[in-house]
């Protein structure tokens, strides 16, 4: 269930930081760089 969150919440960030194109705060950035780490961690993690 763990990788199911991660590449959901991975995904997610990827959507966003499409989102980026498009001019953006701060806090966005920081949001969707937390989800991509985050995501990636839980997909990884064995």
């Not at 199911?4 to 919440?9: A, E, Q, T």
């Not at 997610?12 to 001019?23: T, Y």
């Amino acid at each position: 269930m763990r990788r199911v969150w991660g590449l959901c919440m991975f995904c997610v960030g990827v959507g966003m930081a499409v989102k980026v194109l498009i001019p953006t705060s701060l806090a966005l950035l920081v949001f969707i760089i937390a989800l991509m780490v985050v995501g990636y961690n839980l997909f990884c993690r064995c």
